[in-house]
């Protein structure tokens, strides 16, 4: 991910859904241009009243697993 930090703040700035993670962290996930085409970018992040802090981020062609999670944005009511 050396060289994305732009396309990792992308991320979670402007996701194309976000979900929640196992453990209290959230995930973004969004299309990407990294890597080859059909992929996405998933950027793993935890958040406070404070702050907030991004734990790792990784490129995958799969999101089926992260689909059936419980969906915090966009709102599924």
Known sequence: MRGSREDVLD????PKFVVEGRYGE???VRSSD?????????VVYRES???GFIITAF????VKDLERREKLWPSPF
Do not use: N
């Open 59 to 62: 490129v995958t062609s799969d």
């Open 34 to 42: 990294i890597g080859r085409p059909g992929t996405f970018l998933v």
């Open 11 to 14: 991320a979670v700035r402007d």
């Open 49 to 51: 009243s404070k702050d």
């Open 26 to 28: 959230t995930l973004a």
